[in-house]
């Protein structure tokens, strides 16, 4: 890799373990709340009668939900590592972490899985951490290709691992449901740093498990 790239890469990784969103102004529950109510009216139905009178408080509530990440510091969450790991220098992979996030273009849901797998360099993570991670990314607005980028790049800056792999397989909504409507079709993106990107043999180990 080019001096260049690893600077690229370097900067990509720092932007991306900040709490985004954490310096912008965040606007008032019931200004939150009235944007919603304006766009039930702007569908064409009545935002007074009984079955959506109280609907804008839950979208905000499930708002809060659905958009947590941007209070998350993604790199504090990997700080607590252990050394104690004889030596331990193969391969750690957690397979199929389910997640839910929402298309940045259309808010629109994408359901997937995520294979996260690095080869430690003296110390390792708890596994429910990379877990943690990958919810972090996804509950804010996304495009897939960036948060497979985001979770390999924290893990690589934070863990310094001889190499970090991660494959994000997702359904988008944005065209399942709506658009050209191809339901059942997946997004596949992968993000491979380090050992993994170097060599052939090891990137296939891992690209194995993925199914």
């Given at each position: 890799?080019?001096?260049?790239?690893?600077?690229?890469?370097?900067?990509?990784?720092?932007?991306?373990?900040?709490?985004?969103?954490?310096?912008?102004?965040?606007?008032?529950?019931?200004?939150?709340?009235?944007?919603?109510?304006?766009l039930i009216r702007w569908a064409g139905?009545?935002?007074?009668?009984?079955?959506?009178?109280?609907?804008?408080?839950?979208?905000?509530?499930?708002?809060?939900?659905?958009?947590?990440?941007?209070?998350?510091?993604?790199?504090?969450?990997?700080?607590?590592?252990?050394?104690?790991?004889?030596?331990?220098?193969?391969?750690?992979?957690?397979?199929?972490?389910?997640?839910?996030?929402?298309?940045?273009?259309?808010?629109?849901?994408?359901?997937?899985?995520?294979?996260?797998?690095?080869?430690?360099?003296?110390?390792?993570?708890?596994?429910?951490?990379?877990?943690?991670?990958?919810?972090?990314?996804?509950?804010?607005?996304?495009?897939?290709?960036?948060?497979?980028?985001?979770?390999?790049?924290?893990?690589?800056?934070?863990?310094?691992?001889?190499?970090v792999a991660v494959v994000i397989k997702?359904?988008?909504?944005?065209?399942?449901?709506?658009?050209?409507?191809?339901?059942?079709?997946?997004?596949?993106?992968?993000?491979?740093?380090?050992?993994?990107?170097?060599?052939?043999?090891?990137?296939?180990?891992?690209?194995?498990?993925?199914?």
């Open positions: 890799m080019s001096n260049r790239s690893k600077t690229d890469d370097k900067k990509t990784a720092q932007a991306s373990t900040s709490a985004v969103g954490s310096s912008l102004a965040r606007p008032p529950r019931a200004e939150a709340e009235k944007a919603v109510e304006t139905d009545d935002a007074g009668r009984d079955g959506l009178h109280e609907t804008p408080k839950r979208v905000a509530k499930a708002f809060e939900e659905w958009f947590r990440g941007y209070g998350e510091d993604p790199a504090s969450i990997l700080q607590k590592t252990f050394e104690e790991i004889e030596g331990y220098d193969e391969m750690i992979t957690l397979q199929a972490i389910r997640f839910e996030s929402h298309c940045e273009h259309h808010m629109a849901p994408i359901i997937g899985r995520a294979w996260v797998g690095y080869i430690p360099n003296g110390r390792v993570v708890g596994i429910s951490k990379l877990a943690r991670i990958v919810d972090v990314y996804a509950k804010r607005l996304q495009i897939q290709e960036k948060m497979t980028a985001q979770i390999a790049n924290v893990i690589e800056e934070v863990l310094q691992p001889q190499g997702a359904e988008h909504h944005c065209m399942t449901s709506r658009g050209v409507m191809k339901p059942g079709t997946e997004l596949v993106t992968s993000r491979m740093l380090g050992c993994f990107r170097d060599s052939a043999i090891t990137r296939q180990e891992f690209l194995a498990m993925v199914d």
